[in-house]
């Protein structure tokens, strides 16, 4: 699929760069670098496959060092250098480094943080989203490159900006309490209109002229959640038009696709589901989380919502680390094999580009103890050697390019819901939604279950399992959706503290969860909240649970009672329950279960919605991709043992048919070893 440029004359603008096989590189900063350095690096990039650099990330004062003055010399030389020696060029704006001469000149134009203090320059992060200073230099910089190496052979795409949302997510300056108020009059036509979704007669907050509206700065007590979350969504749209203006001024001189790096789970003032329509491939950055003993299953499902803002089609991992970061309390280095377990995780869930930050690791700076492809140890060292490893694996699997990850699994993923819930004063500190969200993925992670992340009003019909870990906020229409697809025949399982408020945090009339009243034939007359700490237990499943968080007084009106609470606030009273509705089934569970927690109710899920666990050790990950003429099973063995499948382990991961393993060549017999901490891909004829 291409999407038309008007650049052109409507030339289709491909949706992925022109790079053979998979693509395999890292941000490249030669500007950090004496010339001579730099045909060491295209050497050495030869060596290592890499056929793709990300460049000019941060070199705004490089390349404009006065305003209006440019100098474009020493990027000529680089992509030149690289083009002679076959390396694609991912062309960056370097708009999130705004120059020093920038910020003396528009003052303005720094951002402010909600509690008024101004931020200064001498770091990276851009200027204040809403600032026209800032948009005008932004858009000034973009087409000066477009312009000059839009149609250039090297440069098979663009790479805009770089992570929206952070640092700089929400801004306070002039320029932002201008634009808000421009904002809410498109959002809500009246300031009666505004009053009314904000409820403002709480607390006698009436406003009686626009210029009365205010930033949801730092107040005396709670700001009102109605107003703070327009102001998230404000901040999205914001930071959603400065990318847009700067891929407008590339498309005007160049057909290639444009991109801008994500960073899906983490950044959560971006809702990537908006921001991927806007881009013509989507591309991701992810770095484990250190601290996190579990962190490759957040890394699994940072890759799968980034496959499902893609919509399924390819995706590009543009950033990951060799090994360890440098801005985490507790850097850990990557052990042997981890990177590549890393990988082909990404690889496996859809991204068919493996790219790094960075090429070569700084020598000043504050990221100068960060991993890179060419570690300060230089080439004889561990990370070397893997990263020359790496590129010839994806060399070996190149034919997996194009093919699809499937999942008949999803997870609702709601990214107002996400703002909405995560303010203050709600029933409990405890409930979060990034905490629901991560412990149903790990259980599904667990059971080999492959999910995407779904909006809870997309069209749902075609999973055979949905589930709702944290939708406190859904709109009726939303409602209606999830109640269609279960009388459709889908199974819907839902998590405490889902369908509480509509899209103005205004609590649903007829009690807590009516909109999915008919279901999950249930409602809630009372949330009861525990103590920190305090857990709660549940009978009725094929073990006992415990829960932990919240319990709910539950009022059943139609639902069958599976799970009943046997102590806490709700002694005696239904914990779990199971609706049969039209030709579905709607779940509904109570308290928080952690992942072995949830193991049992999630065999009774299952069973309803025919979805089949994958029978293999827990900390084995397998994902499927499927080509025209093959499938691609990926499989990445997390332990430090070999693990034996046997045969029919081995049937039910690859058929039993003929498989060969891409990564060694190996034709596989009817048993199959995976080598501690290591991965197959192994192409699988189409079953
Ligand atoms: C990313 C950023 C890179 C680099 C990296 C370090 O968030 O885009 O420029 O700072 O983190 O892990």
Redesign the pocket.
Known sequence: MSTPSPADGGRATPAFPDVDGLCYGG?YNPEQWPEDVWHEDVALMREAGVNLVSVG??SWAMLEPREGEYDFGWLDRVIELLHANGIRVDLATPTAAPPAWFFARYPDSRVVTRDGTVLGPGSRGMAAPTSPEYRAAAVRIASKLAERYGDHPAVVMWHVH??YG?PVGEDFSVHAQRSWRTWLRERHGSLDGLNAAWGTRFWGQVYGEWDQVGLPAASPSVVNPAQRLDFARFTDAMLRECFVAEREAIRAHSSRPVTT?F?AVICPTTDLFAWAREVDVVSN?H?LTAADPRTHVRLALAADLTRSVAGGKPWMLL?H?TSA???QPRNVAKRAGEEARNAFSHLGRGADAIMF??WRASRSGA?KF?SAMVPHAGTRSRVWREVVQLGADLRAVAEVRGSRTQADVALLWDQESFWAQDLEWRPSVDAQYAERILTFYDRLWRDGVTVDLAQPSQDLSHYKLVVAPASYLLTRDAAANLTRYVEGGGTLLVSFFSGIVDEDDRVHEGGFMAPLRDALGVWVEEFLPLREHETTTVTGLAREVTGTVWADDLVVDGADVVGTYTDGPAAGQPAITRHAHGAGHGWYVSTSLDADELAPLMERVYADAGVVPSGLPEDVEVVVRSGADAEYVVAINHTQDVITLDEPQRERLAGAGPVVDLLTGDKLGDTLDLPAGGVRVLRVEAR
Do not use: K, L
């Open positions: 941000d990330i941060f770089n992570e952070a790096n960073m950055d770095y950033e680390s970061v440098n801005w930050f960075q990221e960060h």
